[in-house]
């Protein structure tokens, strides 16, 4: 447990062993910042339970509890029915669109 | 001084390879030599009637055969209760202190599959730590074996160290032709004979401290020698290897987004990712390596002492183009740059 935050530790994924930005909540911060810009290009979003869930919300209200990020593209396609795949053409220009 | 999980876990290696391709043959060579004789062996034959365990059992008794079946797809239920019994048994003293394990999967077996049973069970994975991959390549078989066998291709792929078998059984021009087959297919795989005594440095326990920057700095360096523009068309159109190059930091969340996305999305053609990652919170790189849809556990390295400071990603790909790769690196994650 984060002594400064009281954040239990999470679910092991490669993605939070990365480097250290301040507490765990802090993490979380910037870490859900980054899954927004890209979930936002398909009008998804994410938003943190507790310091140690997410929640994936869709654009018409649907809703699921991921623990974390490789199980979060999972439950992106399953809701979607399709993966979010950063190799196609229509994503990656409206990526671009979004950083000129 | 206090250990790190890094530095206290058992490293779990694996041989793996083809079938056929002198696999047991290689565990016996390096299980002759003195300093492995603190390794617990963990043999998976594919077939009624184990052999393998039997020919290695005269060298080295602390062997488990895993029953019949294949490692990756029915098995890793049995490579966890197997890697806890040892442990249970080494806690015990029923089994002398072993300081390694190597796993030898059957010729037809996916080592992203095998990595995932220590990364993804909590149990394992705060004992044991992923060791290296070790492949071996049948230098007779291997031309005709990488253009009708897909699994060839991600065995070698996902490879640390390559083992060339059998390469007396074959002429200079056959052997160069291997060697420019290895070069698309997995160009940062050490390269090794089998009957070479460098054979007996696989499976090296876990360095420490500055010796252990020290040798992954020297496995990095290799990174530098793969060209970023290949200069022919690979031997097989579907196998290309994509490096990335980037001189400013990354930031990390944006790379992690972007490459578990990727993963998700075409893990099974990525066959391997690997390199390092220049991240400006961090004093040193941060080292990368996966197979496939497993990622390792992120490696820091203290200094960047020795290497270019930039981020150094090589990624070998199966029917995707390795500049769209570049592209979404770009688009996704050196946004951040400015």
């Given at each position: ?100 | ?10 490293p779990v290696g694996i041989l793996t390879g ?5 696999k047991?043959?290689a565990?016996?060579?390096i ?69 390694r394990v190597i796993v030898e999967t059957?010729?037809?077996?996916q080592p992203s599959?095998i990595l995932?049973?220590v990364f ?9 730590t992923v060791g290296d991959v070790v492949t071996t390549v ?16 991600e065995q070698v792929a996902s490879a640390d160290d390559l083992l060339i ?17 290895l070069?698309?297919a997995n160009p940062t795989a050490r390269r090794l004979?089998v009957?070479?005594?460098a054979v007996l440095e696989l499976f090296a326990l876990r360095q420490?401290?500055?010796?252990a920057?020290?040798a992954k700095r020297r496995r990095l360096t290799a990174l530098?020698m793969i ?44 066959l391997r990712v690997k390199g390092l ?10 080292v990368i390596q996966g197979v496939q849809?497993v990622i390792h556990p992120?490696e ?14 090589v990624?070998i ?22």
């Amino acid at each position: 447990m984060c002594g400064l935050c009281g954040i239990f530790g999470e679910r092991t994924h490669w993605s939070t062993q990365g480097v250290s930005r301040g507490t765990s909540r802090r993490q979380r911060f910037f870490r859900l910042q980054a899954i927004n810009r890209v979930l936002s290009l398909v009008h998804y979003s994410i938003r943190d339970f507790s310091g140690t869930d997410y929640v994936l919300c869709s654009p018409t209200g649907a809703q699921s509890m991921v623990r974390e990020m490789g199980q979060m593209w999972q439950d992106l396609e399953k809701m979607r029915g399709r993966p979010l795949d950063p190799l196609d053409e229509a994503t990656l220009q409206a990526m671009q669109g979004r950083n000129p | 001084m206090r250990m790190t999980h890094e530095e206290d876990a058992i490293p779990v290696g694996i041989l793996t390879g083809f079938l056929g391709s002198g696999k047991t043959t290689a565990l016996r060579r390096i299980l002759e030599a003195e300093a492995f004789g603190d390794s617990a062996v963990l043999i998976n034959e594919f077939g009624e009637v184990g052999l393998d365990h039997i020919l290695v059992g005269e060298i080295s008794p602390d062997v488990v055969l895993l029953n019949s079946g294949c490692l990756c797809c029915t098995l890793r239920g049995e490579l966890r209760d197997a890697l806890s019994s040892l442990l249970t048994r080494r806690i015990r003293k029923e089994v002398p202190p072993f300081k390694r394990v190597i796993v030898e999967t059957t010729g037809i077996a996916q080592p992203s599959l095998i990595l995932s049973t220590v990364f993804a069970d909590p149990q394992i994975r705060h004992h044991y730590t992923v060791g290296d991959v070790v492949t071996t390549v049948d230098a007779v078989h291997a031309p005709s074996q990488s253009r009708q066998e897909a699994v060839w291709l991600e065995q070698v792929a996902s490879a640390d160290d390559l083992l060339i078998t059998k390469a007396d059984c074959v002429g200079a021009s056959e052997l160069n032709e291997i060697n420019v087959l290895l070069d698309k297919a997995n160009p940062t795989a050490r390269r090794l004979d089998v009957h070479s005594n460098a054979v007996l440095e696989l499976f090296a326990l876990r360095q420490r401290g500055e010796e252990a920057e020290r040798a992954k700095r020297r496995r990095l360096t290799a990174l530098s020698m793969i060209p970023q523009q290949p200069h022919d068309k690979p031997h097989y159109t579907s196998v290309a290897t994509a490096r990335i190059v980037a001189t400013t930091p990354v930031d990390w969340e944006s790379f992690g987004v972007w490459l578990s996305m990727l993963l998700h999305a075409h893990g099974h053609n990525i066959l391997r990712v690997k390199g390092l990652l220049y991240i400006e919170e961090s004093d040193g790189p941060v080292v990368i390596q996966g197979v496939q849809h497993v990622i390792h556990p992120p490696e820091h390295l203290a200094s960047w002492e020795g290497l270019a400071r930039a981020t150094d990603l090589v990624f070998i790909l199966r029917g995707l183009d390795p500049d769209l790769i570049k592209r979404s690196f770009e688009v996704f994650v050196r946004r951040t740059d400015n």
